[in-house]
């Protein structure tokens, strides 16, 4: 997650090199943009530490210097005082490790349908272990977390003082802690996951990261040459062979917070300062498409798409949600070019899936509504080119309703005006009845305008 971060600071800080070195002047030339002015640079001055941090009476008095030194920094980059001091949980790194991975274990209910799912699509191989490989990546990855529901800051063990690595690393889990104090974001996001209002928590967590990565590249540019140097120096020295070996998808959704939810919250930062961002977590984005298009918010809202759920013989539904712009680009960037890619995921509108599960076959539909129907022609030519790129189905059958794919696994595509009905499953002899109920709910759920295309009465 953090080699896109790395990339990033070290753009940002060899333009402040350029413009004398970093100190408070503002640089310019920002990556992804052209002409913009970078995040103010803000130049971390020496403090005196008054009330050591609780959760820290076991460490070094140097420590608990040095831990609410970067508290007081955090403060000062982000703009805003604790209401109350941060609870700091200080374990090893083994400790660390297993408090990840009991994380996961109570974030990953719906992994088997997942796994059923991702190979279902062609995102993963068949001997891919899922569960093991999150467990993996996350193990290699964390350097220390905020942990939302507890209200701690969980961070290793240090008894000669923190590396450059760590001491930002920290600000970053700070500034979550902060900005959870003040705008309660712990609790939204988790209502938003328990809701399965899953690409809206993305969208949601792109602007948590994203605010976090931007206070932690203002306190990298404040530092010196020298800090700066170690900082990188030792960022470049992580071991990052799990995560360079997962698929593609895995590691851009990864970095997708970090990454775009940073270019996301600085476009914020250059307009209206953080008092932007205070009214993004007000009024947050709404969709993966308003951080993947910055210019999209907060106008452009998804539309409602709605289908009524449908019964399976033998088959619970695990979930029903949005599939959104960025499910769109994580699986078609893994298999097709990048401009097919970027058109057919561009054109979204709104959508609706369900995921059907027997805890061995799943069963996958989807229901898609484009900005207008030449998106939806876009995405359908995407989709067929995708089916047959990277899914275990056969030949093309054109029928006029549709076109059918059966092989191993099998699949359906179908197109009227705007909207696409996209239907997957692991057990071919489904695919028919399947594809009759869906269509059924849709045309149960719908009329037709003047335009000839079709309109949502369910609810969109």
Do not use: K
Request: some cysteine; glycine content about 8%; overall charge negative.
């Amino acid at each position: 997650m953090r080699n896109r971060l790395i990339a990033a600071a070290a753009a940002l800080l060899l333009v402040a090199a350029c413009d004398g070195g970093g100190g408070s002047s503002t640089t310019t030339g920002a990556p992804g943009t052209t002409g913009a002015s970078s995040p103010a640079t803000t130049t971390v001055e020496e403090t005196t530490t008054t009330t050591l941090l609780p959760g820290t009476e076991e460490l070094p008095d140097e420590i608990r210097a040095e831990l609410t030194e970067l508290t007081e920094i955090t403060q000062e980059v982000r703009g805003l005082e604790f209401l109350e001091q941060p609870n700091v949980v200080v374990v090893t790194n083994e400790e660390l490790a297993q408090r990840v991975r009991e994380q996961l274990a109570e974030d990953l209910e719906d992994l088997p349908a997942d796994q059923a799912l991702y190979r279902l699509l062609g995102l993963i191989d068949d001997e891919v272990d899922l569960e093991q490989l999150y467990n993996d990546l996350y193990s290699e990855q964390v350097a220390g977390y905020y942990d939302g529901d507890a209200g701690e800051l969980v961070v290793p063990r240090a008894e000669e003082g923190f590396t450059a690595l760590q001491r930002a690393t920290l600000v970053h889990e700070l500034a979550h802690a902060l900005t959870d104090q003040h705008y309660a974001f712990n609790d939204r996001y988790t209502a938003l996951i328990d809701e399965d209002r899953f690409d809206e928590a993305a969208a949601f967590q792109a602007l948590i990261e994203g605010d976090a990565t931007l206070a932690e590249l203002i306190y990298l540019q404040g530092l010196t040459t020298e800090e700066q140097a170690a900082f990188f120096q030792e960022s470049f020295g992580i071991d990052q062979t799990v995560f360079q070996s997962a698929p593609r998808f895995i590691r851009d959704a990864l970095v997708f917070p970090y990454d775009s939810g940073f270019l996301f919250v600085d476009r914020l930062y250059r307009t209206g300062g953080f008092s932007a961002v205070a009214d993004a977590y007000a009024s947050p984005p709404a969709s993966t498409e308003q951080i993947i298009d910055p210019e999209d918010y907060p106008a452009d809202v998804p539309v409602e798409v709605t289908i009524g759920t449908l019964a399976i013989e033998g088959y619970e539904l695990e979930y029903q949600s949005t599939w959104g712009e960025l499910s769109f680009a994580l699986m078609f960037d893994q298999a097709l070019d990048t401009d097919t890619s970027d058109v057919a995921a561009g054109g979204w509108g709104g959508d609706t899936y369900q995921v059907h599960f027997n805890g061995e076959d799943v069963v996958f539909v989807l229901y898609y509504r484009g900005d207008a129907s030449t998106d939806a022609e876009e995405l359908r030519q995407a989709l067929h080119q995708y089916v047959d790129t990277a899914m275990n189905t056969g030949e093309a059958e054109e029928t006029e309703e549709g076109t059918a794919f059966r092989g191993d696994d099998a699949a359906w595509i179908s197109m009227d005006g705007a909207n696409l009905l996209f239907v997957a499953t692991s057990d071919p002899g489904l695919l028919d009845g399947v594809v009759a109920d869906a269509m059924a709910a849709i045309e149960a759920g719908q009329t037709t305008d003047t335009s000839g295309e079709a309109t949502d009465t369910t609810g969109g």
